[in-house]
């Protein structure tokens, strides 16, 4: 790979201002929730393939597959009616939603069962890995896209940060309580926990880190 190449594709350590970013959580126009939109389908597309795969789903799809099997409901509709759980969670926890938390929750929900219902299942375990590491990419690009919209954070991204600044617990500490709760539970109700489990635990913050300095620089120019 060339240099050039390699610079382009260098991870970013913090959210870069781009021109859709919002000055409020509702500081809406049409561009920024085009970009918004966009960004959270591409993330349940994403999180569909993942699904798909069979080799094992990111930690709250864990959950929302166990739901949906114990409760004979699409995957849809159980991410839905988890995220907007959690969304309740976030009222003890003064937290306030925005444009995109209510969006994320809509979006992604319809997002992962559209995908679901395209994207065939995989027997094959090398196509699993590759849909697996495909979708890790999409989810990573599609976090990069909405969170620079600046128009609040998912539903169990508020979570997690309510939670840090309520408790003072080390924010990265309260979400690896969160995600293992979460994994835990989805498995004891049948969800499917693998190799592609722990390939995103181990590559979804580098794919959403890398997807921020590629929207970065693509902006800036």
Known sequence: ??????????????VPKTPWSAGSRWDLNPAR???LFFGL???GLGDSLLIQSTIGNAPWSVLAQGVSGKLDITMGWSTFAISSLVLLLWIPLKEKPGFGTLSNIVIIATAIQIGVSIFPEQSNYAL????????I??????????????LGPGPRDGLMTALHNSTGVRIGRV??????????????????????????????????????GVVSRVTSR
């Open 128 to 135: 699993g890995v590759i849909y697996c590491l495909i979708g």
């Open 41 to 43: 389908f591409i993330f």
């Open 175 to 212: 979400r690896l309580a969160i995600e293992g709760s979460v994994l835990v539970a989805g498995w004891l109700l049948g969800g499917t926990v693998g190799l592609g489990t722990l390939l995103f635990a181990l590559l979804i913050g580098q794919s959403i880190a890398i997807a921020l």
């Open 33 to 35: 929730i085009g970009v």
């Open 137 to 150: 990419g999409m989810v990573g690009l599609g976090s990069a896209l909405y969170i620079t919209c600046a």
């Open 1 to 14: 790979m060339s240099n050039s190449f390699l610079e382009f594709l260098r991870p970013h350590k913090t």
